[in-house]
């Protein structure tokens, strides 16, 4: 049996940062990992470049994070991007750039010296890996935990950090939530965020690999619509992804009955009127020509065939064309995976956490933080922010 001031519970990334911000005080701290290595999702954010902050004002930052941006924001605040990057070039030693959108990335392009900064600087005798935590048991003030293989290390304030349920092969595999509800906390049942959604839509030609740019999309069930996004469009083997799909995507319902389906406007801006007096102008040019000026040319074809002069378009066939343009519809027979989502919407509910120091409201001295906490950010860096400040402000309460 080993005991310890501070436990963390997962190794991730809001876990390395609990280790980071309690190793920077002098606290007494282990990190207790399931996995050879921590920090495996890490290695994976920004296709292996780990967009690892965005450097906007937290107060435009919070916009981010859905129905928990006001929960979200001491955190983020307290240990604002400008922190988290200061963080990592004045002392983790690791050197950053900021792209477009204020994402912020290592200037080496690789989540592998980000991830290895974190290790590095919690010290590999902070750490204990293959531990995979089984049950946790509130005895005498202090936590007891206990592995699968029947390992047990006490400690006097417990930090979870088990992540949600996406990409479980990185070791999230929802055991957070198990272990939070052993404990008495209430779960909103984990899905898919930030995904992409599989779906159909009417036969054109084969438009997988397509991008529409600037897409504004509309969620409808239940007879109305729920929800909007906008931004570029992909379409996939299976249905659609790219920005816009992905921020809706945590909007579609977990049990999919009746009608559910997303209404794509592929022209935001472009006018029926303006649409109409183009084709009415250019009687001797291709509707297909025309239409390649807003969709990308396999798309126009499909919408309205390569042969037709825009002088042969009668009412029916434009009403058609503005019909696909404006309203492209595709529909959802399946919720979004949530294994292969970037994030997970669900985990520990917000309303039994304190949002100045994710300590938990039910058990006196277990904090929440990262994706174990019902918190879902847009992409964008925003996920690995909240991980950072999340962690930073338990710690605060932990430091006293
Ligand atoms: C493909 C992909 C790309 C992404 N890109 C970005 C990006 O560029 N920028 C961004 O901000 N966000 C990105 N995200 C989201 C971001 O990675 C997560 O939000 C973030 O990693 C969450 O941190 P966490 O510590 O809460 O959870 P995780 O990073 O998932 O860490 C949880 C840790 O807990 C361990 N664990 C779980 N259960 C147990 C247990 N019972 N006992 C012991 N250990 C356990 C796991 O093995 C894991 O190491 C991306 C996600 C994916 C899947």
């Known amino acids: 049996?080993?005991?310890?001031?501070?436990?963390?519970?997962?190794?991730?990334?809001?876990?390395?940062?609990?280790?980071?911000?309690?190793?920077?005080?002098?606290?007494?701290?282990?990190?207790?990992?399931?996995?050879?290595?921590?920090?495996?999702?890490?290695?994976?954010?920004?296709?292996?470049?780990?967009?690892?902050?965005?450097?906007?004002?937290?107060?435009?930052?919070?916009?981010?994070?859905?129905?928990?941006?006001?929960?979200?924001?001491?955190?983020?605040?307290?240990?604002?991007?400008?922190?988290?990057?200061?963080?990592?070039?004045?002392?983790?030693?690791?050197?950053?750039?900021?792209?477009?959108?204020?994402?912020?990335?290592?200037?080496?392009?690789?989540?592998?010296?980000?991830?290895?900064?974190?290790?590095?600087?919690?010290?590999?005798?902070?750490?204990?890996?293959?531990?995979?935590?089984?049950?946790?048991?509130?005895?005498?003030?202090?936590?007891?935990?206990?592995?699968?293989?029947?390992?047990?290390?006490?400690?006097?304030?417990?930090?979870?950090?088990?992540?949600?349920?996406?990409y479980p092969g990185t070791g999230s595999d929802g055991s957070g939530s198990r272990l939070a509800a052993g404990l008495g906390h209430t779960i909103n049942k984990p899905r898919a965020s930030l995904s992409a959604i599989?779906?159909?839509?009417?036969?054109?030609?084969?438009?997988?690999?397509?991008?529409?740019?600037?897409?504004?999309?509309?969620?409808?069930?239940?007879?109305?619509?729920?929800?909007?996004?906008?931004?570029?469009?992909?379409?996939?083997?299976?249905?659609?992804?790219?920005?816009?799909?992905?921020?809706?995507?945590?909007?579609?319902?977990?049990?999919?009955t009746g009608e559910v389906y997303i209404l794509a406007d592929l022209v935001e801006g472009l006018t029926d009127g303006e649409l109409v007096g183009r084709i009415n102008a250019n009687p001797r040019t291709k509707l297909c020509n025309l239409i390649s000026d807003y969709v990308p040319r396999s798309l126009a074809s499909g919408i309205c065939g390569d042969e037709i002069y825009c002088r042969d378009v009668r009412s029916e066939m434009r009403k058609d064309v503005l019909r696909k343009l404006r309203s492209f519809r595709f529909d959802i027979r399946k919720t979004p995976d949530i294994s292969s989502a970037y994030c997970t919407r669900g985990g520990v509910i917000l309303n039994e956490l304190c949002r100045d120091s994710y300590e938990s409201r039910l058990v006196p001295d277990l904090f929440v933080i990262g994706e174990n906490t019902d918190v879902d950010g847009i992409s964008g860096g925003y996920n690995l922010a909240f991980a950072a400040g999340s962690a930073f402000l338990a710690v605060k309460r932990i430091l006293g």
Do not use: W
């Open 198 to 256: 599989p779906a159909t839509y009417e036969s054109l030609n084969d438009l997988q690999g397509v991008t529409v740019e600037n897409v504004s999309l509309s969620l409808y069930f239940d007879g109305k619509k729920q929800a909007s996004a906008g931004g570029d469009l992909l379409f996939t083997h299976n249905g659609i992804s790219g920005p816009s799909a992905m921020k809706i995507s945590r909007e579609i319902p977990a049990a999919i």
């Open 1 to 166: 049996m080993m005991t310890t001031g501070t436990a963390i519970i997962g190794g991730g990334a809001s876990g390395l940062f609990a280790g980071i911000f309690l190793k920077r005080a002098g606290e007494d701290l282990l990190i207790l990992e399931r996995n050879p290595e921590c920090g495996r999702k890490i290695l994976i954010t920004g296709h292996g470049r780990c967009n690892i902050t965005n450097l906007k004002d937290p107060s435009e930052l919070k916009k981010g994070y859905n129905e928990a941006s006001k929960f979200v924001y001491p955190a983020i605040s307290k240990f604002s991007p400008a922190d988290c990057m200061k963080l990592f070039q004045d002392e983790l030693g690791v050197r950053l750039k900021v792209e477009e959108n204020d994402r912020v990335f290592p200037v080496s392009d690789r989540a592998s010296d980000i991830r290895d900064a974190m290790v590095r600087y919690v010290g590999e005798d902070n750490i204990r890996t293959g531990f995979k935590c089984v049950s946790i048991k509130r005895k005498n003030g202090l936590f007891e935990t206990t592995s699968e293989n029947g390992d047990v290390v006490t400690c006097k304030n417990l930090i979870l950090a088990c992540g949600g349920q996406s």
